[in-house]
DNA sequence: TTATAAATGCACTTCCGTTGCATTGTATTT
DNA sequence: AAATACAATGCAACGGAAGTGCATTTATAA
């Protein structure tokens, strides 16, 4: 098990509290998160120091950066099974029309997806909207 | 084969100069098209009547929202084949990332996305980016 | 033709993403 | 340990896009 410092440290990241911190509480929520969520959670930090944080974190592939439509960038830990350097390493978001939360559905892998004859497919996004577990209640 | 003004007619729209040639313009372009896009096509008018344009003949499913993941919104007419009525309807867009076009691959239909117990899928958005034919060469 | 309602244009606001620059903090070298 | 170099942080500001309120014009209906 690497601890936070190690892993920053092994993609050399310099470690300050304010990264541990964000990292912190990226890994406690479970579902992806915006810059604004992260500025909430931070009142004393600025918005620039966290914008940039999260920045660094995605260009180590630390963290990826979802698109769910709802026009805010979100961004969710790349945790456990995630490889986002890895470009077939593709997984689904879900995005619920009710709580507004997106989560990573990392187990569910994206189908092949076939494109027209000169058409050359590189990244694929698919995120699936609807209601989610908690909100179903099923 | 309707008319513009058959068509407008029969979604309840009211058939003005302006949506015409809106309409039109949407019609021409083989890409999705920003609100930018037509805002410099038509310099005479305002941004806003553009806007609210595009609004009501989305509301009318006269053309569909698009959301290619570069952060901005936008739009193509629902032509042949494209029912967006119909929630079963879903295509596939495709972004090119060298010439930043998005066309809608109508012909090409989502396949059955699963999502994991007591989610409830309502809406499939689907981008794949890469290279389009135009730019590909092949 | 007049009354009614919708469409348009103008001004303005808000929100998010982003950048420049000065300042603080961290690491490295002597 | 002090001095240096560089990265991280904070503050201010900008720009683009989406959206709203209100006055005015235009179209439909009575």
Redesign the interface.
């Known amino acids: 098990m690497k601890t936070i410092e190690q892993l920053l440290d092994s993609k050399n990241i310099r470690v300050t509290a304010m990264r541990l911190l964000i990292y912190k509480f990226l890994a406690e929520k479970q579902v992806a998160v915006t810059l604004s969520d992260i500025e909430n959670a931070f009142d004393k930090a600025d918005r620039t120091t966290l914008y940039r944080t999260v920045k660094t974190f995605e260009e180590s592939t630390i963290v990826h950066q979802i698109?769910d439509?709802t026009?805010i960038?979100k961004y969710a830990l790349c945790e456990k099974g995630c490889n986002c350097d890895i470009e077939t390493d593709l997984h689904?978001h879900?995005h619920c029309?009710n709580c507004n939360e997106t989560v990573c559905?990392t187990?569910?892998k994206i189908?092949q997806?076939?494109?027209?004859?000169?058409?050359?497919?590189?990244?694929?996004?698919?995120?699936?909207?609807?209601?989610?577990?908690?909100c179903?209640g099923?």
Chains 1, 2 share one sequence.
């Open positions: 698109d439509g026009g960038t689904l879900f029309n559905l187990e569910h189908p997806i076939k494109v027209p004859n000169g058409f050359i497919s590189e990244d694929i996004n698919l995120v699936v909207k609807g209601v989610c577990d908690k179903s099923l």
